[in-house]
């Protein structure tokens, strides 16, 4: 004789009951409306930096529209204001930290290498602007006096 065995009051679906999914339909996923359909208003102006770096991630890449929350349509227009803004500078193309810590001695032939002037590595005290003034200038004091080595 085969018994059958009980689970109780657990559901067949194979979860828990309680507080691990058992719920549905508690948060509904609110839908973004277009900042700019909603509010008639607002223009988007290459001129206005403030507005535009909201749509311009941390990396310096303009957001897409699932990020932004826009509309096709004002996401061109958009994405064109801020290559606008770009172009005349009034934004930057690339964010201001990598600015600062940027390859600065890879390529350029007119500036020495650092090892060779004897700079410590770039991420000393003195500026990177310093730096190159310094070596510069010994570069300068080697060729004009080429004995004092």
């Known amino acids: 004789m085969v018994v059958a065995r009980s689970f109780g009051s657990r559901p067949q679906s ?25 509010d008639k208003n607002i223009t988007i102006d290459y001129k206005d930096t403030a507005r535009l770096s ?17 509309c096709a349509r004002h996401q061109r227009v958009l994405a064109t204001a801020i290559k606008q803004a770009r172009t005349i500078a009034l934004l930057p193309f690339v964010p201001e930290h990598i600015r600062l810590a940027g390859s600065f001695w890879t390529m350029s032939p007119a500036v020495p290498k650092a090892a060779e002037t004897g700079i410590e590595n770039k991420s000393t005290v003195m500026p990177v602007q310093d730096q190159v ?17």
């Not at 058992?22 to 948060?27: A, D, K, L, Q, Y």
């Not at 909201?54 to 990020?67: A, H, L, M, T």
């Not at 003034?133 to 080595?149: K, M, R, W, Y």
């Open 14 to 38: 194979g979860r828990p009951a309680g507080r691990f999914g058992g719920g549905r339909g508690r948060f509904q996923a609110r839908r973004k409306v277009c900042a700019f359909c909603a």
């Open 54 to 70: 909201r749509y311009i991630s941390e990396r310096g890449k303009i957001n897409p529209r699932r990020r932004s929350g826009t």
């Open 133 to 149: 003034q310094t070596a510069v200038e010994e570069t300068v004091d080697i060729v004009v006096n080429p004995s004092q080595e």
